[in-house]
């Protein structure tokens, strides 16, 4: 397995990736924080705020996983310092039609990537290309084809 060091706008882009979420979950926390407070003050006891209570802990235990899981995996990404580099054949390649659009692209012996616009443009499938990604994030940073 070949390896490159991540230059300084990959490891920016992976401290971003992980302040951002965070920074989020916490306004998020405060906001639901706020309405638990007024809602115990008023509705302590009743049945609506145990079913609120209830479906709010739910909710916020599911955002924190899933955010906790996305920070962990940049955070690991970031602490490796170093992204992989695997050559292999383009399968598919495919984007999301809803704002903002994210593209994909899936090669063998590596997976799924998520890669820029303008990369996402250049690619042809079944044709074969050096690939440097971030293994845990799924990153795809350069693309470049073969001969």
């Not at 145990?50 to 235990?61: E, N």
């Not at 995996?73 to 970031?78: A, K, P, R």
């Not at 990537?113 to 050096?130: A, C, F, N, P, Q």
Request: proline share 3%; hydrophobic share 40%.
């Amino acid at each position: 397995m070949q390896t490159q060091a991540l230059t300084p706008e990959q490891q920016n882009w992976l401290k971003t990736n992980t302040i951002m979420p965070t920074l989020f979950v916490v306004i998020i926390l405060g906001v639901f924080g706020g309405i638990f407070t007024c809602l115990f003050t008023g509705l302590k006891g009743t049945l609506f705020f145990t079913i609120f209570t209830a479906a709010a802990s739910l909710l916020i235990f599911a955002v924190l996983v899933a955010v906790g899981l996305h920070v962990y995996n940049n955070l690991m990404d970031l602490h490796d310092g170093v992204a992989q580099v695997h050559t292999g054949k383009l399968n598919i390649k495919k984007q999301t039609h809803r704002s903002p659009r994210t593209f994909y692209a899936e090669f063998d012996h590596i997976g799924s990537v998520t890669i820029m616009g303008d990369v996402y443009e250049k690619l042809e499938e079944g044709k074969t290309y050096r690939v440097t990604y971030s293994p845990r994030t799924r990153r795809g940073w350069e693309v470049d084809l073969r001969s």
